[in-house]
């Protein structure tokens, strides 16, 4: 696989916010990008803006990004695997906000599932960035049968975008996803959807409508044409977050109604104290540290080590397998933040495997 980034070739499929976003951070990375859209308008858009270099597919490619709506993922990345002729050490991912759907069913070393926590309610290709990404969270979804490389050579071209990758569990994304971003969502729509009710009687409400209204339902203003299928694809744990907000919501009728002021600052106060605990944008750590972990040659390794990282919150700034000669064992190389390199060496080792550290 190619490590020489000026002659490196991509395709990017679908080429709306996200889509354009990552073509024009891959050809700020080098990359020849090539595009494919159903939309022959947006193509010439695209080719036109300079965000893609040429239209079509490009079997030589070593990195294809799937960004279609998510009912077509799965069919798109089965029919670019399917390909013949493509380059052997291909990698392909995708964008999906939900991942466990396409992971199911897709079964092949080459795919390996992707989700760039990131957005705007800019519309296509109008909103898109080559730094999108910069700060973000860009989750990976390894499983048994991931190719080590490939993994290794998705960390890194997810690094040179500027994001963090975090492994997670196909099952594992959706559930958390439904709490962070597809609730949300709904929620902020919710709202927006009463107060125009709302605003039909009473003309002022919208103009009452300041910072803090405003902020809550910000992402309501994004591309509603993407909702209904996510929420299809993940309508279980959305159902599940759904009824739990509820509950809550519920109980905070009840504080009211039956005038509990103190368990009603109670919960404002744990929120308001939450929410200023929440980290900031995702940031590239100043210090490193080497993690080498002897690994043997099964399946799953790969996957299991990086969720351990995940699970602790370390992120992994970049990847490495160092094969041994004699086969059968490798060594599994994270470089992570200095200041959590120790947290992650006693967790690995709790878990039955080797850990020296090295500080860069």
């Keep these: 696989m190619t490590t020489d980034v000026t002659s490196r070739r991509a395709v990017v499929v679908g080429l709306g916010l996200i889509g354009g976003s990552v073509a024009l951070a891959l050809g700020e990375q080098g990359f020849t990008v090539f595009g494919i859209d159903r939309d022959e308008d947006r193509l010439r858009l695209a080719l036109d803006r300079g965000v893609i270099a040429a239209i079509g597919d490009d079997l030589a490619a070593e990195i294809v990004v799937v960004c279609v709506p998510a009912g077509s993922v799965g069919p798109a990345v089965l029919e670019i695997l399917a390909r013949g002729g493509r380059n052997p050490s291909v990698i392909v991912t995708d964008v999906c906000g939900v991942k466990r759907p396409i992971v199911d069913s897709i079964d092949d070393p080459r795919f390996i599932g992707g989700h760039p926590m990131a957005g705007s309610e800019q519309l296509g290709l109008d909103g898109a960035r080559a730094d999108m990404f910069v700060g973000a969270t860009w989750v990976l979804t390894p499983t048994a049968t991931t190719d080590p490389a490939r993994y290794a050579q998705l960390v890194a071209m997810v690094t040179r975008m500027?994001?963090?990758?975090?492994?997670?569990?196909?099952?594992?994304?959706?559930?958390?996803?439904?709490?962070?971003?597809?609730?949300?969502?709904l929620v902020a729509a919710t709202l927006m959807h009463r107060a125009t009710i709302g605003a039909a009687s009473d003309g002022a409400l919208l103009q009452?409508?300041?910072?803090?209204?405003?902020?809550?339902?910000?992402?309501?203003?994004?591309?509603?044409?993407?909702?209904?299928?996510?929420?299809?694809?993940?309508?279980?744990?959305?159902?599940?977050?759904?009824?739990?907000?509820?509950?809550?919501?519920?109980?905070?009728?009840?504080?009211?109604?039956?005038?509990?002021?103190?368990?009603?600052?109670?919960?404002?106060?744990?929120?308001?104290?939450?929410?200023?605990?929440?980290?900031?944008?995702?940031?590239?750590?100043?210090?490193?540290?080497?993690?080498?972990?002897?690994?043997?040659?099964r399946p799953g390794v790969l996957a299991e080590v990086t969720r351990i990282a995940s699970d602790l919150g370390v992120n992994v700034v970049d990847l490495q397998i160092a094969h041994s000669v004699e086969g059968g064992l490798g060594v599994l190389q994270l470089t992570v933040d200095a200041a959590r390199a120790h947290d992650l060496a006693t967790a690995v080792v709790a878990r039955e495997y080797r850990c020296s550290i090295e500080v860069l």
């Design 208 to 297: 009452l409508a300041a910072g803090g209204f405003r902020d809550m339902t910000r992402v309501a203003a994004g591309d509603p044409a993407i909702w209904p299928r996510i929420c299809q694809a993940n309508a279980s744990a959305i159902d599940a977050t759904l009824a739990e907000v509820i509950a809550d919501l519920q109980e905070l009728r009840s504080m009211i109604a039956e005038d509990r002021l103190d368990d009603l600052q109670g919960f404002l106060a744990g929120s308001s104290a939450a929410r200023r605990a929440l980290p900031a944008k995702t940031v590239q750590p100043t210090a490193l540290a080497t993690c080498r972990i002897p690994v043997p040659d």
């Design 162 to 185: 500027g994001a963090l990758a975090l492994a997670l569990d196909a099952a594992d994304h959706d559930r958390l996803v439904a709490m962070v971003s597809h609730v949300p969502h």
